[in-house]
Every structure is written in structure tokens, then in C-alpha cells.
Nanobody, 116 residues
């Protein structure tokens, strides 16, 4: 069992920044892909960013260079630095650890609200 604990969400104004953290209970090297998925009310879940155990990064189509995923292997923690936030970024952000299609773990989610 892999436990993932997200933190760092909150209320921010448009154009602002937030840094989300995802603390994993296992070494990040043991996780094939770890990243962030978000879901806004009434919308499908959307990939925000991911990073593989080898360090390869991938970003969702709607991100357009505004977000950066990084990791601290010593702390078993993945970060999502979000900048130039828009109201449409408002969603619950989930940390997800992917081993294969039958073995994926999810955190509890952290709310990000972008509003003036």
C-alpha cells in the first residue's frame, strides 16, 4: 500500500502562485509515474503534470508552461509549482502514483481555488 498526502492548496488570486506538495510513503524510485491530476466540478479528470522514476516529465495540454513538477527523492516528495494561475485552474488536485493500469494509488486531494 502506497500512501500519498497532498498539501499546499488554498485560495489565490488570478495571476498568483501556489506550490503543492505530495509526500509519498515509499521511495519515488519505486513508483513508475507519479504526478498530479485535477478535477473541477462537472469536468473530467485531467492530467496536470507527471514525472517518471527516471525523471521524465509530462504536462497536460492546458498547462502551457505555467506549472512545473519536481521531486525531492530524499523526502519522497513531489511538488507542483503553479504560476500565473487562472480561474479555470480551480479544482481539486490529486497526487497519483502509477505502477500499472491495475495498480494506481491516489491521495485525498487538495483544493485549489483561484478567485479575486
Amino acid at each position: 500500500q502506497v500512501q500519498l498526502v497532498e498539501s499546499g492548496g488554498g485560495l489565490v488570486q488570478p495571476g498568483g502562485s501556489l506550490r503543492l506538495s505530495c509526500a509519498a510513503s515509499v521511495s519515488l524510485f519505486s513508483i513508475n509515474v507519479i504526478g498530479w491530476i485535477r478535477q473541477a466540478p462537472g469536468k473530467e479528470r485531467e492530467l496536470v503534470a507527471s514525472i517518471t522514476s527516471g525523471g521524465d516529465r509530462n504536462y497536460g495540454d492546458s498547462i502551457e508552461g505555467r506549472f512545473t513538477i519536481s521531486r525531492d527523492n530524499a523526502k519522497n516528495t513531489v511538488y507542483l509549482q503553479m504560476s500565473s494561475l487562472k480561474t479555470e485552474d480551480t479544482a481539486v488536485y490529486y497526487c497519483s502514483a502509477y505502477y500499472n493500469s491495475l495498480l494506481t494509488y491516489w491521495g485525498q486531494g487538495t483544493q485549489v481555488t483561484v478567485s479575486s
